[in-house]
């Protein structure tokens, strides 16, 4: 078994070395993503047509600007990829452009009613942080760690996901829930407040425990019963059906379990991201670009529409995996094959599509929702394995 699993890998790793043989021109991608995101900055004055409740873009839909408010979960992303830009570039206008749009969504702080609170505060307020040392900054993930907190159920170990659909389950937790716990472990260092860890692991270990099947594919959503802490169903929400494997939160959870190795050395998780990353990889459903299909399990998959918000987030979560253990040259040298699958084809022409970076992601299927379009954790993703990419390049480290 062990010697299949190597002669894979090794297949693999012949053909993306051939594959990558013609390199991504880096300062190229970064200057158009620059390109796009002005012409983003003039499309969002535009779209917001006088609400000023209106923040943040999320999405294009028939060749219109669709804007979030601060309480929308993809609130975060925008002022994230402006961050990076500043990161990649170190100009100061980038920077001047992210501080105005993370302070849009300080708000949400406190807002309880959602678990989405990593995305929208540590993508923004955590990356501004990160680059700045802006002690206000730190103030805003302090309390929205402790706000996120409030969700936690310590009998079932968990924290809560959605609010709404009552009718459908009792106290649910997606897989996507993993993304949410780097604001715990980051809160935990600034604030000295080690309970924030506790429920960040206690929710790793229990996702661990619940959410995935013998081949390391995951559920999308979890059910539990929050008085006998039992499961008491396994179901999707954004997949084709329940026991399929919904592209993108396989790569949440390749993302979250690499992030919780981080935080945490705990060599399970570790291992449990090999898994997932060995899932996604040798997946007969994955196309050869590596960016995959919206469900790998969907029927007659090929005819399927792509989620190239799952390759970028995939690809992020490799570069760092290939920062870990003895022999994970291979996870950079796919992540590396990702990102080019991305720039060469996946792209938008320049000027065209608001200023947005990917085409052909999937948002929600089952909902006839969002299929096939440009969405911006898309770009947050994909500028984020750009930042990662060109950092390991240089032989630097790739959290500072
Ligand atoms: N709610 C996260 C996602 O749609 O992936």
Known sequence: MIKKISMVWMVLI????????????????????????????????KAKNNSPSLVSPHVLKKGKLELVPSGGWTSGFFPGELWYLYELTGKKTWESEARKFTANIEKEKFNDGTNDMGFKIYCSFGNGYRLTNDAHYKDVIIQSAKTLATRFNPKAGVIRS??????????????????????????????????????????ANQ?????FRPDFSSYHVVDYDTITSQVIKKTTHQGY?????????????????????????????????????????????????????????????????????????????????????????????????????????????????????????????????????????ADYYFLESLLRKKKLDAGKKLLN
């Open 162 to 203: 959605w609010d709404s659909y009552k009718n459908k389950w009792d106290y649910p937790v997606n897989i996507d829930n993993m993304m949410n716990l780097e604001i715990l472990f980051e809160a935990t260092k600034l604030k000295g407040d080690s309970s924030f860890y506790n429920i960040a692991v206690s929710h």
């Open 14 to 45: 012949v053909g993306l070395a051939t594959a990558i043989g013609q390199k991504i021109n880096i300062p190229r991608v970064i200057a158009d993503a620059e390109t796009q995101t002005r012409l983003m900055l003039t499309e969002i004055l």
């Open 207 to 211: 996702t661990l425990k619940n959410h």
């Open 241 to 377: 059906c329940d026991q399929s494997a919904w592209a993108r939160g396989q790569a949440w959870g390749l993302y979250g379990y690499v992030m919780c190795y981080r935080e945490t050395r705990n060599k399970a998780y570790l291992q449990q991201a090999e898994h997932i990353a060995s899932f996604i990889l040798h997946n007969p459903n994955m196309p050869p670009d590596l960016v995959p299909f919206w469900d790998l399990d969907a029927p007659h998959v090929t005819d399927e529409p792509r989620d190239a918000s799952a390759a970028a987030i995939t690809a992020s979560a490799l570069y760092e995996l290939s920062t870990y253990g003895k022999s994970n040259k291979k996870y950079k040298l796919t992540a590396d094959k990702i990102i080019k699958s991305l720039t060469d084809n996946y792209r938008s022409p320049l000027g065209q599509n608001k200023g947005f970076i990917l085409l052909h992601s999937t948002g929600s299927k089952p909902s006839n929702s969002e299929i096939d379009v440009p969405i911006i954790y």
